[in-house]
T-cell receptor, first 118, second 114 residues
Framework: AQKITQTQPGMFVQEKEAVTLDCTYDTSDPSYGLFWYKQPSSGEMIFLIYQGSYDQQNATEGRYSLNFQKARKSANLVISASQLGDSAMYFC???????????????FGKGITLSVRP | GAGVSQTPSNKVTEKGKYVELRCDPI?????LYWYRQSLGQGPEFLIY????????DSGLPNDRFFAVRPEGSVSTLKIQRTERGDSAVYLC????????????FGEGSRLTVL
């Protein structure tokens, strides 16, 4: 079964506007972590933000925030005030903690391409 | 440097040859991961080490793929009898397992099998 689903084929946003990148996940574990990574054209994977399944508040890191809706199993990334340097691939990932341990693998989605227009 | 280092950055080989890819994790990180990424796809898990032992090798596609981490630091991914379908970017990541436990990735080794 697909664990992480990212179905948006590609997103475009005007510079300085906000954009939401969608992510849904599937797990039966009560304890899990959700991650977003950015991959620019240079190829390196850059960690952006983390949300734990028991966290009461949505995670925020600077211009990044995570719209976590546990009942819907969605963890959408919101980027505010988009910049040209935000153009990249964005990957959602999940770690299931209870069954596999706190330091186990991340399972990644297929990613979403974001293009920021000047 | 302080980040995850992978060598070589690019490797071109012929079908049937043997290849080794090396990963030097961040100092002190006990967990090390190998992923494979094909063009336009997300990273696909291969194997994960906790210390010297492979804690999860469920992602290795077949017995041509093997990885070691003999001293709990540097790891080598070994691919025997390479096939054209093995062409991809091989990403290594490490984690301290503290806090959020996020993975820190290297820049990858691009393997091309002709």
């Amino acid at each position: 079964a697909q664990k992480i689903t990212q179905t948006q084929p590609g997103m475009f946003v005007q510079e300085k506007e906000a954009v939401t990148l969608d992510c849904t996940y599937d797990t039966s574990d009560p304890s899990y972590g959700l991650f977003w990574y950015k991959q620019p054209s240079s190829g390196e994977m850059i960690f952006l933000i983390y949300q734990g399944s028991y966290d009461q508040q949505n995670a925020t890191e600077g211009r990044y925030s995570l719209n976590f809706q546990k009942a819907r199993k969605s963890a959408n990334l919101v980027i505010s005030a988009s910049q040209l340097g935000d153009s990249a691939m964005y990957f959602c990932a999940m770690r299931e903690i209870v069954r596999t341990g706190a330091n186990s693998k991340l399972t990644f989605g297929k990613g979403i391409t974001l293009s920021v227009r000047p | 440097g302080a980040g995850v280092s992978q060598t070589p950055s690019n490797k071109v080989t012929e079908k049937g040859k043997y290849v080794e890819l090396r990963c030097d994790p961040i100092s002190g990180h006990t967990a090390l991961y190998w992923y494979r990424q094909s063009l336009g796809q997300g990273p696909e898990f291969l194997i994960y080490f906790q210390g010297t032992g492979a804690a999860d090798d469920s992602g290795l596609p077949n017995d041509r793929f093997f990885a070691v981490r003999p001293e709990g630091s540097v790891s080598t991914l070994k691919i025997q009898r390479t096939e054209r379908g093995d062409s991809a970017v091989y990403l290594c990541a490490s984690s301290a397992g503290l806090g959020t436990g996020e993975l820190f990735f290297g820049e990858g080794s691009r393997l091309t099998v002709l």
